[in-house]
């Protein structure tokens, strides 16, 4: 069907959101199309009311309907279908590198402590270690949506607040351990934080820059 990857690259560039200033020659780099057939695709997208478009000074802005919105959703649900149907774990790769420094600080909240210890079997470290995935796992990362999470819940000590996550079982060369996702807008799609039972770094000697082998448990449960 033609709206889909049009639909698809407007998504991307955040239409879902919001309305998204970009002309037609701008949008005809992201389709490898002219202007002028990039131009007719919107026009045709807006017309079977896919779009939403408003003139304004200079050019154009775009927003996804609620119809293009769905007519995605339905394409990711047959993906899914697709790439979920089996129990393989999933394998990533990708390279140490360092964070912020904040995981401490957070992973030694009593708060989430606790709900590790009693939801994923293993009392962490306080500190996460960061990886930076390859392209190649960014995109097999998407499959980690076809796994239900461990919900860790957000809670407040009384003076602020701190937010919702969730946990998917995983070992890294070798070591039981689990990706750690928080619950914010826009976390980096080629970015795992991961807590263990140990320090990963001393554990396996690891330093920035070494390649790590992530396995994915798809069903979020570790045996024994």
């Not at 957070?106 to 470290?125: A, D, T, V």
């Not at 619950?183 to 330093?207: C, D, F, G, S």
Request: proline share 4%.
């Amino acid at each position: 069907m033609y709206a889909i990857e049009p639909l698809k690259k407007l998504a991307l560039l955040g239409g879902i959101e919001k309305f998204i200033k970009i002309s037609s020659a701008e949008f005809a780099q992201y389709t490898t199309t002219s202007s002028k057939t990039a131009a007719r695709v919107l026009k045709q997208l807006e017309e079977d009311k896919y779009i939403e478009r408003q003139l304004v000074p200079g050019g154009q802005k775009i927003m996804l309907t609620s119809t293009g919105v769905d007519l995605l959703l339905k394409q990711y649900a047959e993906y899914q279908r697709i790439f979920c149907r089996d129990d393989k774990d999933l394998k990533l790769q990708g390279h140490v590198i360092t964070g912020l420094g904040e995981g401490q600080y957070y992973i030694s909240q009593h708060g989430y402590m606790s709900q590790f210890s009693e939801k994923l079997g293993f009392k962490p470290f306080p500190g996460t270690l960061n990886i930076k995935l390859n392209d190649t796992s960014v995109a097999i990362r998407q499959l980690m949506e076809c796994i239900e999470p461990i919900v860790i819940q957000g809670f407040s000590d009384g003076e602020r607040t701190f937010g919702a996550g969730k946990c998917y079982l995983i070992t890294i060369n070798g070591i039981k351990s689990a990706v750690i996702i928080p619950e914010r807008t826009h976390y980096p799609a080629n970015l795992l934080e991961i807590i263990a039972p140990v320090n990963l770094r001393e554990k396996l000697h690891l330093r920035d820059g070494d390649e790590v082998n992530i396995i994915v448990n798809k069903t979020n449960k570790f045996e024994g």
